[in-house]
């Protein structure tokens, strides 16, 4: 029996150097360059996958199972990867499965070919820089969140991983999107400057970073959302798929990782 | 027929492994035709029938190992040397009895053939795989999947005989299947395809070779591998029975421990004496 676990041990030791050295090379469109990353292994695809069975309405298993797999697979310094970021690795990632995804489109079953879309986002991507923003004697900077504060969201504020079932009525939906909607903006503002005072946001608990954003004036949270919003729709053009005469969207969710 | 010795040589097409066997005996042949009715749960149909074979053959350790194609490989070939080349099945055809006739030597070519050897090695760069069906002794953790993809492709593990020079059949599920998950998503990928392939070789193999069986498929998974070994377990108990009857002159330990080949050459003797006896009228007792 001893021997039996020496053995295995040693085996493990062997697979896991051998499987670490599969790496390949990743573009992070923040960094503007490529970054050795290691194939996700069979394990990795399982916790992916457990994320779809997750009935937490923040897809809390599936960002915290991707945020695992990029810290421990990339070889260097994931702290500042912004969430535009993990889209491209999600896909780079995904394309070692295979490059072709099948989605289904009303009735139809789509082919996409990943590769494509990733050649498309690599020539003409172009990651958004850090944005200033003024409203009279207050201006912040805005950035898409690191994928760093938002695990640290994820992990200090969706605490209670409230469940689809615990929407009783309207005031828990109204309750939950204005949460959302405050903690997206919480996590892409990085400082707040009042007259000549600036506070770094990042230095902050997200209830407080939370409680400055619901203090901003509205005009300035409207042009937070604005910058926001087109981030999110620039990169949803390129993950738009024309298909004859259908257009799908590539979402990157735990069945997108299904071989 | 002497218990000590094993005086047929067999080595295993997939997995290699070398042993000597004997024939089935007479009392293995009548609890292997009436096991085949008497156990309504596979498992435990195969926990038995596995014990009978495993009695015949010397290399018992190594025999667990051998996979669920060989060990239904060594049922028809036991049955070859145990009982002869050919097996008849009686069956009704448009509401009348037609018979059958299976060539068992056939039967192991076509399943042999049907198989794509160069499915079960997988080389990329670093990792060398080689892949086959899961052992005899992992039988119960393949019946126990449920048919349904996701438990079918969870199981895909035990279908890993090494990785490199890493042996995964003697190591322990929970052990077999950590390594397996230490794998490159895209290897796995190539496995499963390989696995699925493996799959689809075996549906579209003709076992039998007959119109009558075309849509009989061969699938670990399903119950159609349990109704082949049944397939090959069937002996007419009646006709054992009225052998050993007409046989009762001898030593009925003896007869017990004979091959049904060695039984059918006494009775054979017993007959030729009758009808020497009787002047060369008709045997009452003819088998024929």
């Known amino acids: 029996m001893e021997d039996n676990i020496l053995d295995f041990n040693k085996a493990l030791n062997e697979l896991s150097q051998l499987a670490n050295n599969y790496s390949f090379d990743v573009w992070v469109p923040s960094e503007n360059k490529t970054i050795k990353f290691n194939e996700i292994n069979a394990f990795q695809q399982k916790q992916i996958l457990s994320g779809s069975m997750d009935t937490s309405i923040y897809s809390k298993k599936f960002n915290s199972a991707i945020y695992d797999i990029i810290q421990n697979n990339c070889s260097e310094d994931i702290s500042k990867f912004t969430i535009l970021d993990k889209i491209l690795i999600c896909l780079q990632l995904r394309e070692k499965i295979s490059n072709v995804i099948k989605i289904q489109n009303n009735n139809d079953k789509i082919d996409v070919n990943i590769s494509d879309v990733i050649e498309k986002l690599k020539t003409s991507y172009i990651h958004p820089k850090e944005s200033e923003l003024k409203h009279n004697n207050i201006s912040i900077t805005i950035y898409p969140s690191y994928i760093s504060e938002e695990k640290l969201y994820d992990d200090t504020v969706l605490i209670d991983n409230k469940k689809a079932e615990d929407i009783k009525n309207t005031d828990d939906i109204q309750t939950i999107i204005s949460d959302a909607f405050i903690g997206e903006l919480a996590k892409s503002i990085k400082n707040l400057k009042i007259d000549d005072n600036v506070i770094e946001l990042t230095t902050l608990t997200f209830k407080q970073r939370m409680k400055l954003v619901e203090r901003m004036p509205a005009s300035l949270i409207q042009d937070v959302l604005n910058i926001v919003s087109e981030w999110k729709k620039t990169i949803d053009e390129f993950l738009t798929v024309k298909h004859e005469d259908q257009t799908v969207l590539v979402k990157i969710d735990p069945l997108f990782f299904i071989g | ?288």
């Open chain 2, 1 to 288: 027929m002497d218990d000590k010795y094993y005086d047929y040589f067999l080595e295993f097409p997939y997995s290699k492994i070398k042993t000597n066997y004997k024939e089935i005996s007479t009392k293995d042949q009548l609890y292997i035709s009436k096991s085949r009715l008497t156990f309504n749960d596979k498992v435990e149909y195969i926990k038995f029938i596995k014990e009978i074979y495993k009695s015949i053959v010397k290399n018992k350790e190594d025999f667990e190992c051998i996979d669920l194609i060989e060990f239904l490989f060594f049922i028809i070939k036991n049955r070859i040397i145990s009982n002869g080349p050919s097996m008849e099945l009686i069956t009704e055809v448009n509401g009348m009895n037609a018979k059958i006739n299976l060539n068992l030597n056939d039967i192991l070519k076509n399943i042999f053939n049907g198989l794509d050897m160069s499915l079960l090695n997988i080389k990329t760069d670093k990792f060398i795989v080689n892949i086959g069906f899961p052992c005899l002794k992992d039988f119960e953790k393949v019946f126990n999947s449920k048919n349904n993809t996701i438990d079918i492709i969870n199981s895909f593990y035990l279908f890993i005989k090494t990785v490199n020079n890493i042996e995964f059949i003697n190591l322990t599920y929970e052990q077999r299947e950590m390594l397996y998950n230490q794998l490159p998503v895209s290897l796995i990928v190539k496995i499963k395809e390989n696995i699925f392939k493996i799959f689809q070789n075996f549906e579209n193999i003709n076992i039998f070779n007959i119109d009558f069986f075309k849509n009989f498929k061969l699938n670990i998974y399903s119950d159609s591998y349990i109704e082949i070994i049944k397939i090959f377990s069937l002996y007419d108990i009646e006709s054992i029975h009225r052998e050993l009857y007409l046989l009762s002159d001898m030593n009925s330990e003896y007869l017990m421990k004979v091959s049904p080949t060695e039984r059918k050459l006494y009775l054979n003797f017993y007959i030729a004496e009758q009808k020497q006896k009787s002047g060369g009228g008709a045997n009452p007792f003819s088998m024929e």
